[in-house]
């Protein structure tokens, strides 16, 4: 985690200011929800540099503004707001004002939110802070989970000052769609406001930084209904359009990304007998983690140079070293001979203390000499060397992927560290670890990867223990026995979607409901989420 001092004063400040065209399009879409209501009262919670203020006075509604509050912690930039809202005529003041506690005691009395709240992680902000955010959201019934980032305060806030029939359009990172932290945002919203529309964009909007925007607009409401209809708008190239139908729950709005037939595909084969959550069938948990891996994963030639056989146990370093859907013993003694980090370092209490041979304490010396016995997780153990090794699954799912997750039968039985899960069959389960396996990667679970999972900088899909759990997959009794054709294309081919075609087609002839029509219809809503992920490896501004 990084300090204060690591990152840039535009960070921790939330400084990247909001384009004219999504400056341009909230107003739009507010516009649209005032029905030409006049004499407006006007907040902008995080002013910046005015951005918001220019684009009221150049626009069509500044004659039907009364009156603008806007406010900015920072002085140079509610200056310079100041300075804009001097040049458009508008009357009103730019307070120069933590807006948390500027908002301590005031009405809810506005009829206009325009907002691009600041996006400060949670570790860059004060303790006060902190705890006026938790405040904010606790007074309004969006607890939750613990909030992570000063969006979430900062936008409840700024809602919660508009009166009945208010409306507001605000520029949110996407992780409002998809962030666990943000899913009691989502509930709050649903609970009291209507008439919600979604803007989606192509990744790249903020070039500098790496997360996605959307526009989210819609009008306060203290009689809302649940569920709610939202519109979503996508402007990546041609604009589309779509609604879903939405009501509160525990999950991300990632399916909502999809088009209603697609999304209604996805519900549909849930209800498939065959068909499962993962978490009935097996467990997925996190692997070794030793704190300093480039120190105690170690290769074969560093195991003979400080005579460390007694402690090493075989290793699969990343997911990448095995090509295919069986990890095998040959494969990790091929690792090995290859110079790769094949072993991981285990000074259990069972074994041997290395303290008592000369050539084993020499690697702990060098080890104290770089300060790996300081780092974090490192001098928490006593002694500092001795990992808590967790024992080899006989299953194994890459916990971040591109294209998508893969599932290995650990035939090797290798050790991992935490870059890598371990998973076992639960007793009693129908199915083998290599029955698992073989049905795996079919386009059904790869696409509720895509929905539970959360995506980072690059286009990276991550999923954590409780997203594994969450994913649906088909549970098949001797599906095995495609495992040895399945494993060869993941090995042979060098089109990624080869294995995924291939475990379709399996599927279509061993579970008869999951036919080739729903199949294609799944990949289809895979291919929707995963483009729009992998397109912020390569993504420019929308416009």
């Known amino acids: 985690m990084r300090t204060r001092d690591e990152v840039s004063d535009d960070k921790l400040r939330g400084g990247f200011y909001s384009p004219d065209v999504l400056v341009e399009l909230c107003i ?32 069509g509604m500044a004659r039907r503004v009364r009156t603008v509050e806007a406010v900015e912690i920072f002085a140079g930039e509610a200056a310079k707001a100041a300075d804009v809202l001097d040049s458009t005529g508008l009357q009103g003041r730019v307070v120069n004002q933590n807006v948390l506690q500027w908002s301590q005691g005031r009405d809810s009395d506005f009829d206009w939110v325009l907002a691009n709240p600041p996006y400060v992680r949670f570790q860059f902000i004060s303790d006060e802070d902190k705890q006026r955010a938790k405040e904010i959201s606790s007074g309004l019934g969006a607890a939750g989970t613990s909030v992570s980032n000063l969006w979430i305060p900062v936008f409840l806030l700024s809602l919660s000052k508009l009166r009945d029939g208010g409306v507001f359009s605000v520029i949110l990172p996407t992780e409002f769609l998809t962030g666990i932290s943000a899913n009691a945002v989502r509930n709050w919203l649903l609970a009291n406001t209507t008439d919600l529309t979604i803007d989606l964009f192509e990744p790249g909007s903020f070039p500098s930084v790496l997360q996605e925007v959307l526009i989210l607009s819609g009008r306060a409401s203290k009689g809302a ?125 069972t074994k041997p203390s290395p303290e008592a041979h000369e050539l084993a304490q020499q690697y702990l010396d060098d080890g104290v000499r770089l300060e790996i016995d300081q780092r974090f997780k490192c001098r928490v153990r006593a002694p500092w060397y001795r990992v808590p090794v967790v024992p080899a699954g006989d299953l194994l799912l890459s916990k971040r992927s591109n294209r998508y997750p893969r599932v290995i039968s650990n035939h090797a039985k290798v050790v991992t560290t935490d870059t890598i899960y371990k998973g076992q069959i639960l007793a009693g389960s129908p199915i083998t670890a290599d029955d698992f396996t073989a049905t795996f990667h079919n386009s059904l679970t790869m696409l509720s990867a895509e929905v539970e999972g959360r995506s980072f900088g690059g286009g990276v899909l991550e999923l954590v223990p409780s997203e594994v759990n969450a994913l649906q997959v088909p549970i098949v009794p001797g599906a095995a026995s495609e495992l040895a054709k399945l494993d060869k294309i993941s090995r042979a081919s060098a089109d990624p979607e080869a294995l995924i075609e291939a475990t379709d087609e399996a599927l279509t002839r061993l579970i008869p409901a999951l036919d080739a029509q729903t199949m294609s219809a799944l990949s289809d809503a895979r291919h929707t989420l995963m483009n729009r992920r992998l397109q912020r490896t390569h993504s420019k501004f929308y416009g």
């Open 225 to 349: 209904t649940n569920p709610s209809v939202i519109q979503f708008h996508d402007h990546n190239g041609d604009t589309r359009s779509w609604s879903h139908l939405v009501a509160a729950a525990a999950g991300t709005w990632t399916n909502y990304l999809l088009l209603p037939d697609q999304n209604n595909a996805l519900t549909a084969v849930q209800s498939i007998s065959a068909v499962k959550s993962l978490s009935s069938v097996a467990r997925f948990s996190v692997s070794t983690v030793t704190g300093a891996n480039g120190y105690f994963c170690v290769d074969s030639a560093k195991v003979k140079a400080y005579d460390l056989e007694e402690w090493v146990i075989p290793l699969l370093p990343r997911s990448r070293h095995a090509e295919g859907l069986v990890y095998t013993s040959e494969e990790q003694q091929a690792l090995a001979d290859a110079s790769q980090p094949a072993w991981l370092l285990s000074f259990a209490a």
């Open 28 to 59: 739009r879409r507010s516009a649209g929800l005032l029905d030409g209501r006049s004499d407006l009262r006007v907040l902008e919670p995080s002013a910046g540099d005015g951005a918001f203020l220019r684009g009221i006075g150049r626009s």
